[in-house]
């Protein structure tokens, strides 16, 4: 099964004959792939058939299951493949991204999908099921990029997306801000006062809670926005609403009962844009560092590993503390020893800096002093609101 795979995804990749639609995978616990399907359409057949052998039929949709071993293989061949376009090639691109593919998690109308067009007006997105999916897409060379989101002004960060990033061996190369409308959509000829009960992304119903508690209306989380609205569509119930955007309004024939449901008017979504390889600083842009770092035991670790930004006067943005997942908790029992609880975590760090500045290769040379591990996530312009 696997060996016949491998034609099939340098097919997609080198000739470039079909085009991905949409993407799901998934992890065994093992750590194995455990089932991967996507569905795939022929582009304009210009390449001759014998090209495209094994597959000379249409390719709908295909599922690839029960990986072995062989897939460390594949993944190295990908590896040695030509590479579509670099990520200093679509950053910041002129032309909009225009050969791009890029990956985002939730159907058409998402606002992952309205920021993977922010940031690349042209490209072509690629919705995928979940989030690990559309960092499964870069990896294996489908898309160029994936476009996900880190933090919500309002409601916080997306804790699965900063685990991820380190589960993933892929660079931030920028990050969108999105200013986040969101709207109470429902069937043509409801009124807002129909609407007893809304479903939408959990997140996208925190962001709204004050508003609906008014209203008296009951939530039920869905995978994303834009697949609430969806399937307020196909039910055809005309108390259930969605609390998604105006295009998903659009795409799937809802009328909108009521605009900026949010309790907060500066409902802003902060997304990264990952990519196989990092971007190579410019100067005449302001640009953040974003690393993570486990520090050493013992008193005032962390409070020394700040330092290093506050002596070279660099300006933390963010820090974001996360447990370590493969040891998330270490306990002193009180019993023996009085001293305190002890946690393992990792921190993540924004930093307004760039790596091409000595300032910041001096910190990061200094923070390896108290820290266990330190990885660079990636350096990148830092966006304004859009
Ligand atoms: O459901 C969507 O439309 C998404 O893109 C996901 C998501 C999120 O995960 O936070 C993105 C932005 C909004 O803050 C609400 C939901």
Redesign the pocket.
Same mark, same amino acid.
């Given at each position: 099964m696997f060996s016949k795979a491998l034609p099939l995804w340098s097919g997609i990749y080198v000739s470039d004959v079909v085009v991905v639609n949409k993407i799901s995978y998934s992890w065994h616990s093992n750590g194995r792939v455990g089932s991967f399907s996507l569905s795939a359409q022929r582009r304009e057949t210009q390449v001759e058939d014998d090209k495209l052998w094994p597959y000379k039929q249409d390719l709908g949709s295909l599922s690839l299951n029960q990986f072995t071993d062989e897939s460390t293989l594949f993944l190295k061949d990908l590896n040695s493949l030509p590479k579509p376009l670099s990520a200093s090639e679509l950053s910041f691109s002129s032309n909009g991204g225009a050969k791009a593919r890029v990956a985002? #998690?939730?159907v058409p109308?998402?606002?992952?999908?309205?920021?993977a067009l922010e940031a690349y007006p042209k490209c072509e997105t690629v919705p995928c099921d979940q989030f690990e999916d559309a960092f499964k897409a870069v990896e294996l060379c489908l898309v160029d990029k994936a476009v996900l989101?880190i933090e919500?002004f309002v409601?916080g960060s997306?804790h699965c997306n900063y685990d991820l990033l380190l589960q993933h061996r892929l660079h931030i190369v920028g990050e969108v801000k999105?200013a986040?409308n969101?709207c109470l959509l429902g069937l043509p000829g409801v009124r807002k006062e129909d609407i007893k009960r809304v479903l939408?992304?959990? #997140?996208?119903l925190s962001?709204c809670e004050m508003t609906l508690n008014k209203l008296g209306i009951v939530r039920v989380n869905?995978?994303?926005?834009?697949?609430?609205a969806q399937i307020v569509a196909a039910d055809g119930k005309r108390d259930t609403g969605a609390i998604?955007?105006s295009r998903?309004a659009e795409i799937y024939g809802l009328n909108i009962l009521a605009e900026r449901m949010q309790d907060d008017s500066n409902?802003i979504?902060r997304?990264l844009i990952l990519a196989r390889e990092p971007i190579i600083p410019r100067t005449d842009r302001l640009h953040k560092t974003s690393i993570v770092v486990t520090l050493e035991e013992g008193p005032g670790t962390l409070f020394k590993a700040l330092a290093v930004f506050a002596l070279r006067e660099i300006k933390l943005l963010k820090i974001e503390s996360r447990p370590k997942t493969e040891c998330p908790l270490r306990v002193v029992n009180d019993s023996h020893n009085r001293s305190a609880k002890h946690f393992d975590y990792l921190f993540y760090i924004d930093f307004e800096a760039s790596m091409t500045e000595p300032r910041a290769q001096y910190a990061l040379g200094h923070l390896q002093e108290f820290a266990k591990f330190i990885r660079v996530l990636g350096c990148y312009p830092v966006s304004t609101v859009q």
């Open positions: 985002h #998690q939730g109308g998402a606002y992952s999908e309205a920021a989101p919500n409601g997306i999105l986040v969101h939408s992304h959990p #997140q996208a962001q869905a995978n994303n926005t834009a697949a609430a998604a955007s998903a409902n979504t997304f």
